[in-house]
């Protein structure tokens, strides 16, 4: 079974304590177990399944020793990773959602609740092995940490995940330099996100694009594109996959996340 363990935390920041207090709380503790384990919706495919099933694809005919998916939520992409990867590394800044994972992998199983109006609430089952992912769970190593500032010895990974991520980091640009360290060379890197830029979360001068400079708009991909010259060069086109979160039984959020791929040069 995968060790249980910790990563460093950087010191605490109001930006993050506000951060830290939303993804361990109830509403959010719902809305990702629901996006991760439950039905799809409005024909929109499982977002942490179809993430993984891009990821893998883009490394068909490459090695697949390890995978490390930071911002692992409740951990379905990880799991989904494992079913192709011989170990694989989730890291989440919530330690509730990592407890979720850890209780899911050991117990292959736990239940949650949905808001459905007001004060009802229904309740809800995750299984592994109706989602045939059993029986590769515990090539999975759950740890609570803050991805922008990993140990060293978080390296030498095939894949590097971050899907849905950027946007939510205090300084995306510094988490952006330093992540070829984190793969071997030819190892390759998947950023999802809608750039949904918050100053409450990320700093007005710390955001990658979507803002006039020198009176020119920036794009959040241009901004992307110039943080990973150095050491990655862009595989294919950006792709738009859609995920949708579950407020309530008649409210959902329809979201848009944009997908690149980028393969470690140097």
């Not at 991520?165 to 390759?188: S, Y």
């Amino acid at each position: 079974m995968a060790k249980k363990s910790t990563v460093s935390q950087s010191p605490g920041k109001p930006a993050m304590v506000a951060l830290y207090a939303h993804y361990n709380s109830d509403t959010a503790v719902s809305q990702y177990c629901d996006a991760h384990y439950g039905p799809d919706k409005f024909g929109v495919e499982n977002f942490p399944r179809k993430i993984a099933r891009i990821s893998t694809a883009a490394l068909e005919g490459k090695p697949r020793h390890s995978a490390l998916n930071l911002g692992c939520a409740v951990g379905r992409t990880s799991f989904e990773l494992a079913t192709h990867f011989e170990q694989v590394t989730g890291v989440d800044f919530s330690s509730r959602f990592i407890d979720i994972a850890r209780r899911i992998q050991k117990r292959g199983r736990t239940c949650y609740q949905c808001p459905e109006e007001g004060v009802l609430s229904s309740d809800h089952e995750v299984c592994l092995a109706d989602l045939n992912l059993a029986e590769t769970a515990d090539r999975v190593t759950f740890l609570q940490g803050n991805v922008g500032c990993l140990e060293t010895r978080f390296c030498d990974y095939d894949l590097v995940l971050a899907a849905n991520l950027i946007d939510r980091l205090r300084e995306p640009g510094k988490f952006l330099a330093g992540i070829h360290q984190r793969l071997v060379v030819g190892g390759l890197l998947v950023i999802a996100s809608p750039y949904d830029w918050m100053a409450q979360y990320t700093p007005r001068k710390q955001w990658l694009g979507g803002f006039f400079r020198s009176g020119i708009p920036l794009t959040s991909l241009e901004g992307l594109e110039k943080k990973l010259a150095r050491h990655f060069a862009r595989v294919g086109e950006p792709q738009e996959v859609e995920f949708v979160i579950r407020e309530t039984a008649r409210t959902f959020h329809h979201n848009v996340s944009q997908v690149t791929l980028w393969q470690r040069t140097r």
